[in-house]
């Protein structure tokens, strides 16, 4: 909460978001079913590079939000060159692929919106869903 509220600057670095987001996936795995396949991969090269806080945040508790059928979640955050890119996937049950697609939430909007304000023409999101998962590629630029 402390990172949230009061360590927040306009932008911190990769290493600290990724502190954060450790942080987070450790206190869902206390609440998830034992069942939980977590698979993460947060690259070594990610350290001093800046980006606004609590970017990835949605993703990431969106994955724990609809987990279900096979309970498998991977997470991945590699630099490539100028690049970051985030890959999030989590299972889904067949009954659920349905429903999902209905659903429309306000915060994928929001990040949307967001990335167009901070990464304009700098960025890609590729959101798409198969019949057991729901799959997210957010890539940004960082020259």
Do not use: C, W
């Not at 999030?88 to 929001?110: F, R, W, Y």
């Amino acid at each position: 909460m402390r990172y949230q509220l009061y360590d927040i600057e306009k932008e911190v670095t990769m290493e600290q978001e990724i502190t954060y987001l450790k942080s987070y996936i450790a206190f869902q795995q206390l609440r998830m079913s034992k069942k939980l396949v977590l698979d993460t991969y947060f690259d070594p090269e990610l350290k001093e590079q800046k980006i606004p806080p609590l970017l990835f945040q949605l993703l990431i508790e969106n994955a724990f939000k609809y987990v279900r059928g096979e309970y498998q979640i991977q997470l991945e955050i590699k630099l490539n060159k100028k690049q970051i890119r985030f890959e999030i996937q989590n299972s889904l049950s067949p009954a659920q692929t349905t429903s999902h697609k209905k659903e429309k939430g306000i915060g994928i909007e929001n990040l949307k919106r967001r990335l167009n304000l901070l990464y304009p023409d700098k960025h890609t999101l590729e959101i798409r869903q198969t019949e057991n998962r729901f799959i997210v590629h957010l890539t940004i630029n960082i020259d």
